[in-house]
């Protein structure tokens, strides 16, 4: 089993930024990724970014790529992504989301097994 813990949410006015933290315990994944997800009220959740585990290879989608750095750090088994330029329509709650071997890519095109419990993030104009 693996759990994913995130935190980090908050309030935030339109144009600032925030930095979000997956913790990972149990078992790893050197072979897959890990990637954030966010749903909006009354919006299905939808893909925001990803990252190998082992090779730190990225993918984003497109209305964050210029925004949203995802990365890693191996010695605290944990994956951060750091948002600036905060939009009012980023406000969503946030998860953290684990896939054992799979793609950085492939993470925007299925729905992972492993899921934090959410962060919330609320961005005021």
């Known amino acids: 089993q693996v759990q994913l813990v995130e935190s980090g949410g908050g309030l935030v006015q339109a144009g600032g930024s925030l930095r979000l933290s997956c913790a990972a315990s149990?078992?790893?994944?050197?072979?897959?990724?890990v990637g954030w997800f966010r749903q909006a009220p009354g919006k299905e959740r939808e893909f925001v970014a990803a990252?190998?585990?082992?090779?730190?290879?990225?993918h984003y989608a497109d209305d964050v790529k210029d925004r949203f750095t995802i990365s890693r750090d191996f010695a605290k088994n944990t994956v951060y992504m750091q948002m600036n330029s905060l939009k009012p329509e980023d406000t969503a709650v946030y998860y953290c989301?684990?896939?054992?071997?799979?793609?950085?890519?492939?993470?925007?095109?299925?729905?992972?097994?492993?899921w934090g419990q959410g962060t919330q993030v609320t961005v005021s104009s």
């Open positions: 989301a684990a896939q054992p071997f799979t793609t950085a890519q492939a993470m925007g095109d299925i729905r992972p097994n492993y």
């Open positions: 149990g078992r790893t994944f050197s072979s897959g990724a």
């Open positions: 990252i190998r585990w082992s090779t730190g290879t990225t």
